[in-house]
């Protein structure tokens, strides 16, 4: 529950995820992933576009990687995802981008 609450991207319209990557991305580039989430038994493929970019080396956040916008198809994981997060005790905690 901690890793996906630092991960989700709530502030994005129709949800994100933040993936730490060293590979170099670009906003708006169309991103292919495995996702790995204890609310699935197996990694899920995911696309969608980045929206989110950390460089290394930027000085206010701890890890570099890319955040991407869950696409339209992908609904029924954004409600499942902030379903688990729904009442969570960590909402004061800092998450990789904000």
């Keep these: 529950e901690d890793a996906l609450y630092e991960h989700y991207m709530a502030f994005?319209?129709?949800g994100g995820v933040f993936v730490p990557t060293k590979k170099s991305y670009e906003l708006g580039d169309d991103i292919f992933f495995l996702l790995s989430i204890?609310?699935?038994p197996e990694p899920i493929p995911m696309t969608g576009k980045a929206v989110w970019?950390?460089?290394?080396?930027?000085?206010?956040?701890k890890q570099e990687g890319v955040g991407?916008?869950?696409?339209?198809?992908?609904?029924?994981?954004?409600v499942d995802i902030e379903q688990a997060l729904t009442g969570t005790?960590?909402?004061h905690k800092p998450t990789l981008t904000l």
Excluded: I
């Design 68 to 78: 991407v916008q869950l696409s339209a198809d992908q609904e029924e994981l954004k």
């Design 38 to 40: 204890y609310l699935r």
């Design 89 to 91: 005790v960590h909402f």
């Design 12 to 14: 994005v319209q129709g």
């Design 53 to 61: 970019v950390t460089h290394k080396g930027s000085a206010s956040f």
